[in-house]
């Protein structure tokens, strides 16, 4: 019996292409699992120094579940730093507008706030439809 821990390298990590269809999912429940993935925190070689995860694409985000009133009552505010620079727009309007972009804001808060959370970010693909440009590498449905 070895007593030695075992510590993964960048080149051992192998990164896999998973796709997940956002029809009718809740909007926290799948980022929360996205995030995991991203991560590497579903592998038994995770390493929270180096970026395990593996890749996910995400189709159909126009049609993401929100549970309540959240499309009328949760904003997303940003500010320019100028005076009067403060904007705000609701859930719903965003979806409308980009609905990429509320899927990739919902697992950017669950990601670490440093270099390794953006790279980690970088292999999420979002599609408001069906249809993406990944098929070359043969993506798996996510469990």
């Known amino acids: 019996m070895s007593t030695k821990t075992y510590a993964v390298r960048e080149s051992e990590i192998e990164r896999r292409w998973y796709v997940v269809d956002a029809a009718d999912q809740t909007l926290g429940r799948l980022a929360s699992r996205v995030a995991r993935v991203l991560e590497g925190k579903h592998k038994p070689t ?3 120094n180096l970026d395990s995860g593996d890749h996910v694409i995400i189709l159909n985000a126009a049609r993401i579940a929100v549970t ?3 499309k009328e009552s949760k904003l997303y505010i ?3 730093g100028h005076p009067q620079g403060l904007k705000q727009e609701t859930l719903g309007h965003l979806l409308e507008r980009r609905p990429e972009e ?3 804001r919902a697992v950017k808060g669950m990601l670490p706030r440093t270099r390794l959370g953006v790279q980690q970010l970088r292999k999420l693909k979002v599609y408001a439809g069906t249809d993406h440009p990944h098929q070359a590498q043969r993506p798996e449905p996510l469990a």
Do not use: A, E, F, L
């Open 102 to 104: 509320v899927i990739r």
């Open 68 to 70: 309540s009133d959240k």
């Open 46 to 48: 995770w390493t929270p």
């Open 78 to 80: 940003r500010h320019s």
